[in-house]
């Protein structure tokens, strides 16, 4: 089911990759890692579930490795940062230059959609046929892999923040990736491995609550999964169910939503 991609030739340009290419080593998510958003961190999830202080340094360097060291934010803040970076780059009066600089530049060290190198571009005044032409190719030599990208972007956030198949498609959206793309990423994970995920998330949450009433227990844990992406009649009842472990009476809870 999961699938890892090697992201080397993003780094290395000069050495493209066919997508499908992968490295075979472990996955992304193994133990609590996986997608991380180190810069900036401070250890809360952006969907709002606290992060375990005692975790949040193996979180910051396994997010380095995943490759996906930004912040999954607005796509408007995220085509600032991009230009921001990109300002770096020695002025060239071919803008088809310029423009092959800027995306190299870009690439080096992080993947990135077509979408994303395109906002790029056009907040650095390059015009749209030529933005175009330079991205085109760059998908045609394997620097741009939008299904390559979305594929490690679900295997990463999912295993790592264990987030919903609706909230990877929700992010990969803001990204710019095509629908159909996103479709075969989010793909990889079935309802039986999101609903363990869901458990999981749970059960790390649940001594945390332990000394508040029944309902509260139940509205703060079925609200971090509804944050994560996940529907509402599977976060009552893996809720329920670990409730219902501890000992606790759980007849009529949950029955109006929480």
Do not use: N
Not at 72 to 89: C, V, Y
Not at 120 to 126: H, P, V
Not at 139 to 153: K, N, P, Q, S, T
């Amino acid at each position: 089911m999961t699938r890892r991609t090697d992201w080397a030739e993003y780094a290395h340009p000069a050495a493209p990759r066919e997508r499908g290419s992968r490295g075979d080593g472990g996955t992304a998510g193994e133990g609590d890692g996986g997608y991380e958003d180190p810069r900036g961190d401070t250890g809360a999830d952006p969907y709002g579930e606290d992060v375990p202080r005692g975790e949040r340094g193996t979180r910051r360097r396994r997010g380095r490795r995943s490759g996906f060291g930004e912040p999954a934010d607005d796509p408007q803040d995220r085509g600032s940062s991009l230009s921001s970076r990109a300002e770096k780059e020695e002025p060239s009066a071919d803008p088809a230059e310029r423009a092959r600089a800027i995306c190299l530049r870009l690439l080096t060290g992080t993947p990135r959609t077509r979408k994303q190198l395109a906002d790029a571009l056009r907040k650095r005044e390059i015009p749209e046929e030529v933005a175009d032409e330079v991205l085109s190719r760059f998908e045609e030599v394997g620097l741009i892999d939008d299904g390559a990208f979305a594929d490690a972007w679900v295997e990463s956030r999912h295993h790592g923040r264990g987030l919903s198949r609706r909230a990877l498609a929700r992010e990969l959206r803001t990204k710019g990736v095509d629908s159909v793309l996103i479709d075969e990423a989010v793909g990889q994970l079935d309802s039986e491995q999101e609903e363990t995920t869901a458990r999981e998330l749970v059960a790390r949450k649940l001594r945390a609550t332990r000394g508040l009433d029944r309902d509260k227990r139940l509205r703060r844990l079925a609200g971090m999964l509804a944050r994560k992406g996940y529907s509402e009649g599977m976060a009552l009842r893996v809720v329920r169910q670990a409730l219902e472990e501890e000992g606790e009476d759980t007849e009529g809870l949950g029955d109006e939503g929480f």
